[in-house]
């Protein structure tokens, strides 16, 4: 298995990039009163990919373990149950 997954090979759709930007461009209104334009848009974005985007994987990545691992103590649980007293 490949561990530690190059994470530029994650790319956000033009959709997904479009719908972010006008998120931050409502926040940049909405909370500080600013109009930013498209380029702040962009490099406000591409921060967030290069510096967050790890984080928020990792992160991903851990609950999914743990969740995983949460549902194989069940599994063997679950099993046990099913054993029929042998007296």
Do not use: C
């Not at 972010?20 to 380029?39: C, N, P, Q, S, T």
């Amino acid at each position: 298995m490949k561990k530690g997954r190059n994470l530029s090979q994650i790319k956000l759709s033009d959709i997904q990039k479009d719908k972010l930007k006008e998120e931050i461009k409502a926040f940049y209104l909405d909370v500080r009163g600013e109009e930013i334009g498209m380029i702040e848009q962009i490099q406000i974005l591409e921060l967030f990919e290069e510096k967050m985007a790890p984080i928020i994987y990792n992160r991903a990545l851990d609950d999914t373990k743990r969740w995983f691992h949460q549902m194989i103590e069940n599994l063997d649980s679950d099993y046990y149950t099913l054993y029929k007293n042998e007296s």
